[in-house]
Nanobody
Framework: QVHLVESGGGLVQAGGSLRLSCAAS????????MGWYRQAPGKQRELVAT???????VYVDSVKGRFTISRDNAKNTVYLQMNSLKAEDTAVYYC??????????WGQGTQVTVSS
């Protein structure tokens, strides 16, 4: 079982920055691929960024150049640095952990609100 706790969300003005954190426990963190997803009101949950256990990253086009995903295996934590935030980035942001044997675990989410 993997337990994920997100933090760092909040209210920020357009153009501002936030850094989300996701602390993991209950598994060997370094073995898992990690990801950030978001869900805006009335919309489906969408991928924002992923980082593999070897450090490879993928971003959705809408955040490329603005968001950076990173991980600290010593702290069992994955981060999402969000810069140049836009109103359309407003959503609940979720952390996901994917084990090598195909199990996915989700955090409870953290709200990000960008005012225009």
């Amino acid at each position: 079982q993997v337990h994920l706790v997100e933090s760092g969300g909040g209210l920020v003005q357009a153009g501002g920055s936030l850094r989300l954190s996701c602390a993991a426990s209950g598994s060997i963190f370094s073995r898992n691929d990690m990801g950030w997803y978001r869900q805006a009101p009335g919309k489906q949950r969408e991928l924002v960024a992923t980082i593999t256990r070897s450090g490879g990253t993928v971003y959705v086009d809408s955040v490329k150049g603005r968001f950076t995903i990173s991980r600290d295996n010593a702290k069992n934590t994955v981060y999402l640095q969000m810069n140049s935030l836009k109103a359309e980035d407003t959503a609940v942001y979720y952390c996901k952990s994917s084990s090598p044997w195909g199990r996915d675990y989700w955090g409870q989410g953290t709200q990000v609100t960008v005012s225009s």
